[in-house]
Every structure is written in structure tokens, then in C-alpha cells.
């Protein structure tokens, strides 16, 4: 039997879960969101269960909106060239199994420079600070992890309204979450 238990880094970007699920908030950023969920799963029977990461995103690419299913995502603020040349896998990028084609970079960033924008864009759709940590964790555990994440902002100045923004967001993720496990 499948059980499910909602990753999100703050409470807002959860508010509209049934309240039913077990929800884990991890606070902000890879550090956090690795180390809250590794201690949520050592704690329990992870036979059957599925973990989902919902929360906000910012789009890199012009003309995104709406839900999406990272197929990857990307530690973009690790020195990763620097990290192989020394002979070790930097492991930047992991699969997430059934997304759909877009890629998440995530960071300790909160991406507001459009220079920051356009270097992530080349690589990925999607920005946020917590996924990379979640998926990590989830892999070191061989628990099946799904990220599901809401465009809130476009990665630029507009992301300083993030505030004001994430309640809608909020309930498009909890209608998501209420379809997919019912």
C-alpha cells in the first residue's frame, strides 16, 4: 500500500494539504531541506511510502506558468567542474522519475538578477533553493520522490513579491497533491 508524506520548506507553501497527510517543513534551503528530510524518513517504515516536494518556483524561461514535474534537478551553486578535476563526482545532477522533461536548478540563491536568470536558464526551466536536497535525501534512502512545483515569480525582481504571491500558489499545490493521492 502506498503512503505519502509532503516535503515543503514552509508551512505557507503547504498550507492547503489535506490535513490527513503528514507534512514535513524543512525550513530554507538544500542544507535544510537534505537534513529535515533524512531525519523525517530515518524515523519511519519507509515500505510503500512515496515523498512529495511541492512548493513555489521561480520560471527562468519567459512564458512558464502553472504546475510542473522536474525530471531533474541541478545543485547549481556547487563548483562542480572544480569538484571533478579533483577526481571526485560532484553528483549535481539527479533524475526524478516521472517529471515531465523540465529541469529545477536549485540553490542557496534566491534568484532576483537577471544575470543570474539567464546564466541558470541555459540549463534548466526552473529555480527554487530546497528540491536538490529533498530528491538527495530521498535517493540516500531509496524512497521514491516526486517534485511538484508551482511557478510563483520569474526569477527576477518580481520575486521579491514572493509574499504576497505564495497563498495562490499554495492552493493550486494542495489541489494537486488532494488529486494525485486520492
Not at 52 to 70: E, F, K, Q
Not at 78 to 101: K, S
Not at 112 to 132: G, S, W
Request: overall charge negative; glycine content about 8%.
Amino acid at each position: 500500500m502506498t503512503s505519502y508524506l509532503i516535503v515543503s520548506a514552509i508551512r505557507a507553501e503547504a498550507r492547503y494539504v489535506p490535513a490527513d497527510l503528514p507534512v514535513v517543513l524543512t525550513g530554507v534551503g538544500k542544507t535544510a531541506a537534505a537534513v529535515a528530510t533524512a531525519r523525517a524518513l530515518a524515523g519511519r517504515d519507509t515500505a510503500g511510502l512515496v515523498v512529495l516536494n511541492i512548493g513555489t518556483t521561480g520560471a527562468l524561461r519567459d512564458g512558464m506558468a502553472g504546475v510542473y514535474l522536474p525530471s531533474q534537478v541541478i545543485n547549481h551553486d556547487i563548483n562542480a567542474d572544480a569538484v571533478r578535476a579533483l577526481g571526485i563526482d560532484p553528483q549535481e545532477v539527479l533524475p526524478v522519475e516521472g517529471g515531465d522533461g523540465t529541469v529545477l536548478a536549485s540553490g542557496d540563491v534566491f534568484v532576483t538578477d537577471p544575470v543570474v536568470r539567464a546564466r541558470l536558464a541555459e540549463r534548466a526551466h526552473l529555480v527554487d533553493m530546497e528540491a536538490y536536497g529533498v530528491v538527495y535525501a530521498c535517493r540516500e534512502f531509496g524512497v521514491p520522490v516526486r517534485v511538484i512545483k508551482h511557478v510563483s515569480d520569474s526569477a527576477d525582481e518580481t520575486a521579491l513579491d514572493w509574499p504576497a504571491l505564495v497563498d495562490a500558489s499554495a492552493k493550486i499545490l494542495g489541489e494537486w497533491v488532494t488529486d494525485y493521492v486520492s
